[in-house]
């Protein structure tokens, strides 16, 4: 390549990475396809997770291990994922950030949360240092997930309203965080504000992002559960969200679970199934957690028939890392200091003797 | 030595009366206060001392005075304002300047004829062990550099709600801005201005609304490349029972990392001073610099110009946390 194409390929990298900050993920989209073919050493590339060429012909070994980890962690492949992850961090230099940051969020996913918020507060020493102000957002946000999942709300929501102040305006992601911030606060017990933040959410999002709209309609059924609010729960079936938008297999399903929650109300265990196999449909192999709760659910009040441990061939995931993260930094430090503690999702894995396997639906961001 | 007029006699009014007695330069010669039982007990206590049930009963005396304290629940400023004004002379109100920066601002804005001044009562900052830091980190060839500050500020209080402070538009604001105000000037002073980049408030453990009182209240910032961290409480953790209090500042420079609390500084965990009354020297040291002041009719009209950064700081935090929340009463469904 002549010094031309190698300045060429910096101009579009800048542009990208400008178009992301902006939070406009379609000019960026638009430029990565003209990267197409070519490996992929462009940052935008891992940034908007949409890339075609094949990871394992990228030279830059420490990126290389970085992107097959993230290409692994989006298919749920979340022990091969860590692997590559730690490799990238064991030859680790420039992208430290980035695969500490994909450490923590696979270690999240696994529920192994104490170690994830370690590796999480030190991709957010690594990205301040860097001022990578989008990673920090991810960080955050990834932080907020542990904290959520692990019972801590207040500093979950903490962490999730500093994620969506990080991030540039007009990104897309806000709407995702509105919701989060909506749904943590119904989990401190403000019904009343995530009931009046999800509304606003569904109907501010139902244009520019019905996506979104739909997630906060999956949380808006989970509020009808976790409150017993029947009344909200029929206003909800009466919303008709748009049908044809991507990437909305997971609000359906949750909204599949709430259906069968209320079913199972009025005893209608046979219209209960039917709605927690359409769920397990919409979950299928992408989301193996939701999968095993599904599944349990069913075993549990429709038929003994299911096994809820064939969905995760995973659950054995007690790899050790040899490596060490860094202490966080200052501004970060008390996060490290709060009580939590490894508590595998799977300890799920006795959900089938536990009084009420729908209790475990706090697990979950919705 | 300058003498001074009290104006309210809450749990404020009454560590200025007893810091004036550790003063060598003001001296409290008359006080004012609405509640008679307040002044039967300061009169007992303080035979010396004139007492006033109003403003209007104080005034015709102020011949003798040489300058004003006020310590006022938040929302009394407004009414009696014009009340002040007519003393004609320097005053010393306590924190904060105002409820919000628009309130601050029309106070101040009579206090800027000439030969009178406001100041605001702003301890924290005045504290040796605060003081010696800033001019640790201010002295030497270099001035270290910050990087991260993180300040933390637990009242220790079990009670959030009670009197006016409990009422949003007489109080203004809970935690933040009675607690915050300190904290937030004192990393001021140590980072120069701040840039908000979050603030979540809360009450009871939940998001507080506008119609609420935070009695908690985390604030993410920036000041050039330095990461601020400010958390406030008006209770605090628990330990063996009982809430404990807080008060503690890290900051994270060139030089190391100096940790200072009202009992000394230290500087990578090795001690570099001690300070064991600390804080009973502060409240008449402020007294004292109000005294010069006023002797020296040294008119500083840049120290109220000087909070206005933290009044900011404070409006965008309660306007940054309620964006998400503005409020919370809405029917169900």
Not at chain 1, 321 to 342: C, F, K, T, Y
Not at chain 2, 54 to 77: D, W
Not at chain 2, 200 to 227: F, H, R, S, V
């Amino acid at each position: 390549m002549d010094s031309f194409g190698h300045y060429s390929e910096f101009a579009e990298d800048k542009l990208i990475f400008q178009h992301i900050n902006a939070g406009d993920d379609q000019s960026a989209n638009t430029l990565l396809k003209k990267l197409q073919g070519r490996p992929a050493i462009f940052a935008g590339k891992v940034y908007l997770r949409d890339w075609t060429d094949k990871a394992e012909e990228i030279p830059d070994a420490e990126l290389r291990f970085i992107r097959l980890g993230w290409d692994k962690y989006y298919s749920a492949n979340y022990l091969d994922a860590a692997k590559n992850f730690i490799e990238a961090i064991e030859v680790g230099n420039v992208w430290l950030s980035w695969s500490c940051l994909g450490l923590g969020k696979v270690l999240s996913d696994l529920g192994r949360w104490l170690e994830s918020r370690n590796w999480l507060l030190a991709s957010l020493k690594y990205s301040r240092e860097q001022n990578d102000y989008y990673r920090m957002a991810e960080c955050y946000g990834s932080l907020g997930e542990v904290f959520f999942r692990t019972g801590n709300y207040q500093v979950a929501l903490e962490m999730f309203s500093l994620d969506k102040q990080i991030l540039p305006p007009g990104s897309s992601f806000r709407y995702r965080l509105e919701n989060y911030m909506a749904i943590t606060s119904g989990r401190l017990g403000a019904y009343e504000i995530a009931t009046q933040a999800l509304w606003q959410s569904y109907f501010g999002a139902l244009n520019s992002n019905p996506t979104s709209s739909w997630y906060s309609l999956a949380s808006l059924f989970t509020l009808s559960v976790f409150r017993t609010d029947s009344n909200l729960f029929d206003r909800l079936s009466m919303v008709s969200p748009p049908s044809d938008c991507p990437y909305i297999d997971m609000p359906k399903a949750f909204i599949e679970v709430a259906k069968a929650y209320w079913h199972l109300k009025e005893s209608d265990s046979s219209q209960a199934g039917n709605c927690l196999e359409k769920a397990a449909s919409f979950f299928s192999s992408r989301y193996p957690v939701e999968t095993l709760w599904v599944r349990t659910l069913m075993c549990r009040f429709v038929s003994k028939n299911h096994s809820p441990y064939s969905t995760a061939p995973w659950i054995d995931n007690d790899f050790v890392i040899n490596i060490s993260p860094l202490s966080p930094g200052l501004v970060d430090r008390r996060l490290a200091e709060i009580p939590i503690q490894n508590q595998t999702f799977f300890q799920f894995g006795d959900m089938a003797s536990c009084e009420d396997p729908f209790e475990k639906w706090k697990y979950f961001l919705v | 030595m300058v003498n001074l007029g009290l104006i309210g006699l809450g749990s404020q009014g009454l560590e200025h009366l007893e810091a004036s007695a550790f003063s060598k330069k003001a001296k409290i010669t008359m006080v004012c206060d609405s509640n008679p039982n307040t002044l039967i007990k300061v009169k007992e206590a303080r035979p010396d001392i004139l007492t006033f049930s109003s403003i209007e009963e104080m005034l015709p005396n102020k011949g003798a005075l040489n300058g004003l304290v006020l310590s006022l629940p938040h929302h009394q400023y407004g009414p009696i304002w014009a009340a002040i004004e007519s003393f004609h002379l320097p005053v010393l109100k306590e924190k904060p300047l105002g409820r919000n920066l628009a309130e601050a601002m029309q106070f101040f804005s009579i206090f800027s004829k000439p030969g009178v001044f406001l100041k605001t009562a702003i301890q924290r900052r005045y504290h040796p062990s605060y003081s010696f830091l800033a001019n640790r980190i201010k002295s030497g060839g270099e001035p270290s550099r910050i990087m991260e500050v993180m300040a933390t500020l637990h009242l220790g209080k079990k009670d959030n709600h009670s009197g006016w402070r409990g009422d949003p538009i007489k109080s203004g604001g809970g935690a933040l801005l009675d607690c915050g105000y300190h904290l937030v000037d004192l990393v001021t002073s140590f980072t120069g201005q701040m840039e908000l980049i979050s603030a979540n408030l809360w009450c009871d453990g939940k998001p507080a609304t506008n119609q609420m009182i935070e009695d908690q209240a985390t604030l993410y910032a920036k000041a050039g490349n330095c990461w601020i961290f400010i958390e406030i409480r008006k209770d605090g953790e628990m330990k063996n029972g009982n809430i404990q209090k807080k008060e503690e500042i890290y900051l994270r420079t060139t030089d190391g990392e100096y940790k200072a609390d009202r009992t000394g500084v230290w500087l990578d965990g090795k001690r570099l001073m001690n300070c064991d009354k600390g804080w009973i020297d502060t409240m008449p040291k402020q007294l004292d610099e109000f005294a010069d002041d006023i002797e020296n009719k040294r008119v500083d009209y840049f120290a109220i110009w000087e909070q206005t950064p933290v009044m900011r700081v404070i409006e965008s935090a309660y306007a940054l946390a309620r964006e998400s929340f503005p409020t919370g009463v809405v029917n169900n469904g």
